[in-house]
């Protein structure tokens, strides 16, 4: 079974600012993607970013990166010029990639507040 | 194109009753997956439809169950109500083979009194 551990339950940083969110898993799998969702306080998970396990390049959407560590089992999301819309709880979760699963294990999140 | 949609958002119900939720996915998904939300034991998988069929299914008691209709909108039903059921339920709809990642309705808030 995989285990997806978010050792941050909160965090807080300066509009403008940049900060990284921690996440570490565990799994026997080789092949498998990577996610982050992020939940504000409307209850919508969006998806932020994602990653293939197989892909060596971090994955990048604007102003959302990941420092994808795959022998060392970790996946951090770092968000650049943070904004006041930033705010919300942010998910780490992570998929097995073969066909016939579309199941997500997620992490217990971390709070993120950005102060104005 | 929509994104996916839930309804009802809220339900308030008691003890003992049952509920039926639902979920309209994205047009052209055809899997849709079920999680509960809770404070205490964070967002849990319930159950995987794809086809009409359940190909996957969480660590719920048998009161938890569901179903796809052929066009892909999916319900969750849930019997003999528990206050521990009190939950956000959320459903997701992904594209199958296409690894992009599921997509959230709004979650049903269900409150068990």
């Known amino acids: ?116 | 194109k929509a994104g996916v949609t839930q309804t009802p958002r809220y339900l308030i119900k008691t003890r003992g009753q049952q509920v039926t939720l639902s979920c309209s996915p994205i047009s052209g998904h055809r899997s849709v997956s079920w999680y509960q939300q809770t404070p205490g034991q964070g967002l849990q998988f319930l159950f995987e439809y794809f086809s009409e069929t359940q190909r996957n299914k969480g660590n719920f008691p048998g009161r938890f169950s569901g179903r796809q209709f052929s066009n892909s909108r999916s319900e969750m039903n849930v019997s003999t109500l528990e206050l521990g059921d009190s939950a956000l339920y959320l459903c997701a709809s992904s594209l199958v083979g296409s690894r992009t990642g599921a997509f959230f309705g709004q979650g049903t808030r269900l409150t068990v009194v």
Do not use: H
């Open chain 1, 1 to 116: 079974a995989q285990t997806v551990t978010q050792s941050q339950p909160e965090m807080s940083v300066q509009e403008a600012e940049t900060v990284t969110l921690s996440c570490t898993y565990d799994t026997s799998e080789s092949n498998y993607y990577l996610f982050w969702y992020k939940q504000p306080p409307s209850r919508q998970m969006i998806l932020v970013i994602r990653q293939e396990a197989y892909k060596q390049q971090n994955a990048t959407e604007n102003r959302f990166s990941v420092n994808f560590q795959k022998a060392a089992k970790s996946f951090s999301l770092k968000i650049s010029d943070s904004q006041l819309g930033d705010t919300a709880m942010y998910f780490c979760a992570f998929m097995k990639q073969n066909f016939g699963n579309e199941k997500l294990t997620f992490g217990t999140g971390t709070r993120l507040t950005i102060i104005p």
